[in-house]
């Protein structure tokens, strides 16, 4: 069977599979073995694309005719965005592996939460969470980070450990201070930052966000953040992952005293005092550091120790109004962006793999729209496709011609 031939209602249950599969070639095993049809992984190529492109459309048209009904306004809305990486084709090439450098080319990736949270006069939570004082998880994720930036390979970070500081092993209850998920709506695209922030703010603006007492916008410390926050939401509390902060922390413990308990100590001195807020402490320690080691010259290698821990002062000075962790937690406010590092394993789920590539930049943002509605909670893809007109046996080009 191919594209021609398929019925609306066969194409829905195709979208679905490839959305939740890891491969086209997967895809079309499983459709034969539920749906009971052979259907090439061409056909389910062609199909996804053309959805792809009319789920696109659909929001940039915010939705009309498909997402209705007024959306309820979040106690507490969250937004976060994360860059991502998909492996593509050289563009006009054809079939087969066609490679530009290493084929990596970026995504963008974005969240909108709306949570429940309570509000406290003092800090409900002052000492961080046993997980930071686990030198084999810091190391990990100090690690991981590292490679992230130095590699552009934008693989989400290792799930935060059980962050509650209490010991208790039996069924955790949740601090009422952290937002609880209630909803979660995600876009993706192959856009530039420019314009995908103006499908973030669209998104927010449908999810009536602008209109929450309590706005949070998280992310890292690269520069596209918070100039997406800047243009489109600046009136959010702008919030700097803390797992993001501990890592640089790690690494100027380690830039100052080497590789030894000293450094430890240091580091855990310094992510308790950022955890409770009092960045400017911080960065006065690494300045006394600073003019003990000596500035580091103009022609200083990367991994000059000086010049690791000037990165670091400049991170921090950069975000430090960013970073009022303990006023986060008063307000009930998220300190980490775990919910986005979370959303890009499930966006990699389907869009990465052992050689894994997409044609650039129609097959990778087809499919990025099709991941991402499926991973919304307000089951976008399935009311897309229920509303989506269908001629089961016309392609969509001799329909429009046959309408012109």
Not at 19 to 29: C, F, G, Q, V
Not at 65 to 70: A, F, M
């Amino acid at each position: 069977m191919d594209a021609r031939q398929s019925t609306p209602g066969f194409k829905r249950k195709l979208v679905f599979i490839n959305a939740e599969t890891r491969s086209l070639k997967r895809s079309a095993e499983l459709a034969e073995r539920v749906i009971g049809f052979k259907v090439s992984t061409n056909t389910i190529e062609r199909i996804c694309l053309d959805v792809g492109n009319d789920l696109e459309q659909s929001a940039s048209e915010n939705w009309d005719g498909v997402l209705n009904g007024q959306a309820i306004v979040p106690q507490v809305a969250i937004v976060s965005y994360d860059g991502g990486r998909i492996r593509t084709r050289k563009t006009g090439c054809g079939p087969g592996v066609h490679l530009s450098g290493k084929g990596w080319n970026e995504t963008k990736n974005a969240i909108f939460v709306s949570a429940t949270s309570d509000t406290s006069v003092t800090d409900p939570e002052p000492q961080p969470p046993e997980c930071f004082f686990d030198p084999t998880h810091v190391a990990q994720l100090t690690e991981m980070a590292k490679t992230k930036e130095s590699a552009r390979e934008n693989d989400a970070l290792p799930d935060e450990r059980d962050t509650d500081s209490g010991t208790n092993k039996g069924k955790r209850v949740h601090p009422r201070h952290k937002p609880k998920r209630v909803h979660r709506t995600l876009i993706s695209s192959m856009k530039n930052s420019k314009a995908f922030g103006k499908q973030m703010a669209r998104e927010a603006n449908r999810r009536r966000f602008g209109e929450a007492a309590r706005k949070a916008f998280v992310g890292d410390g690269l520069t596209c953040n918070w100039s997406i926050h800047e243009e489109h939401f600046s009136d959010y509390t702008p919030i700097l992952d803390f797992v993001h902060a501990v890592s640089y922390l790690y690494r100027a413990s380690i830039s100052c005293m080497g590789r030894c308990d000293a450094a430890w100590e240091l580091y855990t001195q310094w992510m308790t005092l950022t955890w409770q807020g009092r960045v400017a402490e911080v960065i006065k320690q690494l300045r006394d550091h600073q003019q003990r080691l000596g500035v580091a010259p103009e022609d200083a290698a990367d991994d000059d120790p000086r010049e690791q821990l000037r990165l670091v002062i400049q991170y921090l000075q950069n975000n430090h109004e960013r970073m009022r962790y303990d006023a986060y937690r008063c307000a009930g406010l998220p300190t980490t962006s775990a919910w986005m590092e979370s959303a890009v394993k499930e966006m990699n789920f389907r869009i990465k793999g052992t050689e894994m590539f997409w044609n650039n930049p129609a097959g990778a943002e087809a499919i990025l729209q099709i991941r991402a509605a499926s991973l919304s909670d307000d089951d976008r893809l399935a009311r897309f496709l229920t509303h989506r007109p269908g001629v089961g046996a016309l392609r969509r080009d001799v329909v429009a011609a046959q309408a012109a």
